[in-house]
């Protein structure tokens, strides 16, 4: 999120608004293209960096580096598509 962003800063409230952004882009967040062999479900909720960032997280052992690519490879592909 650019300076000057609701969510953008270090505060409760900054990361409320990146919180909610997080939200109303819940697609990004979808972890079903991971293979099967996920052991470790999704992180519950979102872990931050300050004073721009929100992220979540799934633990996958035993990725290949094939199917690592192939998930990288779904994100990309769902982010440029446009919102529908």
Do not use: C, W
Not at 34 to 55: C, E, K, N, Q, S
């Amino acid at each position: 999120m650019p300076p000057g962003h609701p969510g953008y800063g270090r505060d409760t409230k900054n990361r409320a608004a990146r919180e909610e952004e997080a939200a109303r882009q819940a697609g990004l967040f979808d972890f079903g293209s991971l293979p099967a062999a996920i052991t470790t479900a999704p992180a519950a909720g979102f872990r931050h960096y300050a004073p721009d960032f929100v992220y979540q997280y799934a633990l996958v052992p035993g990725i290949t580096v094939s199917q690592a690519i192939q998930a990288g490879s779904d994100y990309a592909r769902r982010i440029a598509e446009p919102a529908t």
